[in-house]
T-cell receptor, first 118, second 114 residues
Framework: NAGVTQTPKFQVLKTGQSMTLQCAQD?????MYWYRQDPGMGLRLIYY???????DKGEVPNGYNVSRLNKREFSLRLESAAPSQTSVYFC?????????????????FGAGTRLSVL | SQQGEEDPQALSIQEGENATMNCSYK?????LQWYRQNSGRGLVHLIL?????REKHSGRLRVTLDTSKKSSSLLITASRAADTASYFC??????????????FGKGTKLSVIP
């Protein structure tokens, strides 16, 4: 009954370091999403994957890359971390298209990764 | 850019009172959802209302949607200390090529005092 699992839970990086945030879901969902949450800003979409094999930019994609490794896993990579990327990162998944129809698309969230870039 | 804007930003009430949060948005939507976030946790879906619906209930939650005014409200009745959390509205829209996105507001922080 895991749902959406994110690793790591916490990370501290120095400016210029790289890292990959991992996300996996076990609900057989087609769509997956990466958000960042900053104080007073709500959630902003970084990248999403409507289905396995596709990825698209969201509202704030600069400085990030993603990989939809398979149907279960969707990773977010910071190639050269900057202090402005200090944030809490959330992965989410939703059913997306099923049987040729778009479902209601309730999103299920992981617990988040708290990232500090010094 | 943020689509939904919640009002108020923060709300403090006594246990047993009702809490009302409002959300306004800018563009046409397919549905509107409300999510809850406890401190330090991920978001949890509460309720979804489609664009052709005006009101929906789920337990102590009541959501209304007025598409002519581009606004929604979330009412929590008989609040409990456990309702203390941040509440976000999110507007859903389909954007071609089989993709669907939610755009979140900045949230209302609700504190329920025992």
């Amino acid at each position: 009954n895991a749902g959406v699992t994110q690793t790591p839970k916490f990370q501290v990086l120095k400016t210029g370091q790289s890292m990959t945030l991992q996300c996996a879901q076990d609900m057989n969902h087609n769509s997956m999403y990466w958000y960042r949450q900053d104080p007073g800003m709500g959630l902003r979409l970084i990248y999403y994957s409507a289905s396995e094999g596709t990825t698209d930019k969201g509202e704030v994609p600069n400085g990030y890359n993603v990989s939809r490794l398979n149907k279960r896993e969707f990773s977010l990579r910071l190639e050269s971390a900057a202090p402005s990327q200090t944030s809490v990162y959330f992965c989410a998944s939703s059913l997306g298209f099923s049987g040729g129809k778009l479902a209601k698309n309730i999103q299920y969230f992981g617990a988040g990764t708290r990232l500090s870039v010094l | 850019s943020q689509q939904g804007e919640e009002d108020p930003q923060a709300l403090s009430i006594q246990e047993g009172e009702n809490a009302t949060m409002n959300c306004s948005y800018k563009t046409s939507i397919n549905n509107l959802q409300w999510y809850r976030q406890n401190s330090g946790r991920g978001l949890v879906h509460l309720i979804l209302i489609r664009s052709n619906e005006r009101e929906k209930h789920s337990g102590r939650l009541r959501v209304t949607l007025d598409t002519s005014k581009k606004s929604s409200s979330l009412l929590i009745t008989a609040s409990r200390a456990a309702d203390t959390a941040s509440y976000f509205c999110a507007t859903g829209a389909y954007s071609g090529a089989g993709s669907y996105q939610l755009t979140f507001g900045k949230g209302t922080k609700l504190s329920v005092i025992p």
